[in-house]
């Protein structure tokens, strides 16, 4: 299966490079539409606090998105004009004064959406929940490249996270259309390993039915020893010469992940590899 549009949010110009280049590799590989998405934001003043906004203040932001996105076109255009495959440059407003609004309208509408890993500072902070949302709310794939991250392959090997959930379900057959006909494929069960590999009827059935579309997939179990699942992800990963890791976003409720943590965050802070999410 093959990716037809891919959308790509650029919103900071030191990761905007990065992205286009590894973006270009499956837009290259599939001759896909590739999208550039930049979102000006709105100054947002709320009503119920009493304060006043000069007029210059409101031009001065202004003045900063136009230049903020003309860096960014450029870099966009630069990247692209050394491309055959068609892309487009889109920019868009946010109404209401949420980048991840446009994002996620925009992203409906492609096979698969790419966003910068976030910048590893303190707190939760505006990249970071833009990511969460979208991730969340858009019902499509998306593709997180780590910080200074240029991909060279993508789609060639793939580890992918499987448990009986609908969040892993999702990833599975999401991979598919990232993956490349000949790809290598290893479905990655984390917990204590079955006695008979050959009675784990769910990892075997889908490694069957996603080698229908090509790839070679075979199943491994891995205890977890101690590891948390992340570490464990990035181990079997670099072992098998992965270029990305497929799992399921946000399995668990929002109380679970407050108090205990949760993988998908740890994924999108820390990862080293490009990691597609899907919800």
């Not at 450029?74 to 868009?92: L, T």
């Not at 240029?150 to 999401?174: Q, V």
Request: aromatic content about 6%; glycine content about 6%.
């Amino acid at each position: 299966m093959t990716l037809r549009t891919i959308l790509v949010y650029l919103s900071s110009t030191s990761t905007a490079k990065n992205l286009l280049q590894s973006a270009a590799v499956l837009a290259r590989r599939d001759n896909a539409h590739l999208i550039g998405l930049y979102v000006k934001e709105s100054l947002v003043v709320y009503p119920g606090i009493a304060m006043h906004i000069p007029e210059l203040d409101f031009a001065s932001f202004t003045a900063s998105q136009r230049a903020h996105a003309a860096e960014l076109k450029a870099i966009f255009d630069a990247q692209m004009n050394a491309e055959d495959f068609p892309s487009e440059w889109r920019k868009v407003g946010s109404e209401t004064g949420f980048p991840s609004d446009s994002v996620v309208a925009s992203a409906r509408g492609v096979d698969l959406v790419v966003m910068a890993q976030e910048d590893g500072g303190d707190g939760r902070n505006l990249t970071h929940d833009v990511q969460e949302r979208v991730i969340k709310e858009c019902g499509r794939p998306v593709l997180i490249i780590p910080r200074g991250y240029t991909a060279e392959n993508l789609g060639e090997a793939i580890l992918l996270g499987w448990s009986e959930t609908r969040e892993a379900t999702r990833a599975a057959h999401d991979m598919i259309h990232v993956a490349s006909p000949q790809a290598k494929v290893r479905i990655l069960r984390v917990g204590p390993p079955p006695s008979n590999t050959l009675a784990d009827f769910a990892a075997n059935d889908l490694a069957a039915a996603l080698a229908r579309h090509g790839p070679s997939v075979d199943v491994m179990h891995r205890d977890k020893n101690d590891e948390t699942v992340p570490d464990i992800l990035g181990h079997e990963a670099f072992e098998m010469g992965a270029d990305i890791i497929a799992t399921g976003a946000f399995g668990h409720s929002r109380t679970y992940d407050f108090v205990i943590g949760a993988a998908t965050r740890s994924l999108l802070s820390d990862a080293k590899l490009p990691v597609l999410f899907s919800k």
